[in-house]
Antibody, heavy 118, light 113 residues
Framework: EVQLVESGGGLVQPGGSLRLSCEAS????????MHWVRQAPGKGLVWVSR????????SYADSVKGRFTISRDNAKNTLYLQMNSLRAEDTAVYYC???????????WGKGATVTVSS | DIVVIQSPDSLAVSLGERATINCRSS????????????LAWYQQKPGQPPKLLIY???TRESGVPDRFSGSGSGTYFTLTISSLQAEDVAVYYC?????????FGQGTRLEIK
């Protein structure tokens, strides 16, 4: 079964750091570009970041540029999002998504909840 | 950045009737070299991740019922549900993936009348 499972969410104080992981199974992870998308409570979907299949190319939303870093370990079939200097407005459910080849997302994880609060 | 705006924000339709959601982008998302519109539609139910319905503006994802269809080109797109079923109650999003930052519409909440 094709599956993405996020982990690493939790409660963190403003200015703190957190690393999310997204473990892939059921498909050849190294062939796909991957995305992180977030959704604040009661709000819409917001794209956060994207990485190409070998990890050599990345893109970020302006709101997280310089604070978040996307990376991947194809040997471990795992996508990461390192989040530093966290702010209250980063509070959201963070989803990882597989890019089928173009930019959309055809497989999504169930999400990891990040709460930034003192 | 390409701004994507959906209309309406919410919609109530009777069971068995047609539902239509519109999506407009601030710039064309048609890539002329391959004649593809870089536009997708998603369905999201409460407590669930988004589900891909349509990509390349009009290609239905595998397993998606054929009552869902997408149309449009350039800057104006439409998602149509031909005969609304109870399980279609959800929030629907369009997304452009023509350029980064990838952007979503604000969402359209679809309810039963």
């Amino acid at each position: 079964e094709v599956q993405l499972v996020e982990s690493g969410g939790g409660l963190v104080q403003p200015g703190g750091s957190l690393r999310l992981s997204c473990e892939a199974s059921g498909f050849t992870f190294s062939r796909y570009w991957m995305h992180w998308v977030r959704q604040a409570p009661g709000k819409g979907l917001v794209w956060v970041s994207r990485i190409n299949s070998d990890g050599s190319g990345t893109s970020y939303a302006d709101s997280v540029k310089g604070r978040f870093t996307i990376s991947r370990d194809n040997a471990k079939n795992t996508l990461y999002l390192q989040m530093n200097s966290l702010r209250a407005e980063d509070t959201a459910v963070y989803y990882c998504a597989r890019d089928p080849g173009g930019g959309g997302g055809d497989v999504w994880g169930k999400g990891a909840t990040v709460t930034v609060s003192s | 950045d390409i701004v994507v705006i959906q209309s309406p924000d919410s919609l109530a339709v009777s069971l068995g009737e047609r539902a239509t959601i519109n999506c407009r982008s601030s710039q064309s998302v048609l890539y002329t070299s391959n004649n593809k519109n870089y536009l997708a539609w998603y369905q999201q139910k409460p407590g669930q991740p988004p589900k891909l319905l349509i990509y390349w503006a009009s290609t239905r994802e595998s397993g998606v019922p054929d009552r869902f269809s997408g149309s449009g080109s350039g800057t104006y797109f439409t998602l149509t549900i031909s005969s609304l079923q109870a399980e279609d109650v959800a929030v629907y999003y369009c997304q452009q993936y023509y350029s980064t930052p990838i952007t979503f519409g604000q969402g359209t909440r679809l309810e039963i009348k």
